[in-house]
């Protein structure tokens, strides 16, 4: 008997340990955060914070589930990704100056992605698309 409570213990305790879903709203939302925090920044050690904090934010929200158009939406955190990156290098290397146009880069990426997961409009609902 108690060999079977052991038992139950672990499966459930390593079920709880298991990989959570990702909040995408949450994630997002504080992923704008640290864009605006970047955004703002007026040293570099404040900039490199909160760019690398971007980063990582957007790393987690490549593991979300995209229901709809999920090759397009990983494409589009890809190229955040990587205008992120370019932000960084430049910043480092130039001044934070050198980094407003991969950072304005990323905000015209972020509407062009949003698009993606509007949800539809009352007409489109009604009519279709």
Request: no cysteine; hydrophobic share 40%.
């Given at each position: ?123 489109e609902l009604l009519f279709g698309s």
């Open positions: 008997m108690k060999f079977l409570v052991i038992i139950f213990t672990i499966l459930f305790s390593t079920s709880s340990f298991a990989k959570q879903d990702v909040d995408l709203e949450i994630n997002m939302k504080n992923t704008g955060l640290a864009y605006k925090q970047a955004v703002q920044a007026s040293d570099l050690a404040e900039f490199n914070t909160a760019i690398n904090e971007f980063i990582k934010l957007v790393e987690v929200s490549k593991t979300a589930k995209f229901h709809k158009e999920p090759e397009q939406s990983l494409q589009g955190l890809d190229k955040v990704i990587t205008q992120a990156r370019l932000a960084k290098k430049a910043a480092n290397e130039q001044g934070l100056n050198a980094a407003k146009a991969p950072l304005k880069n990323i905000d015209n990426l972020r509407k062009k992605y949003h698009e993606l997961h509007e949800p539809p409009g009352f007409f």
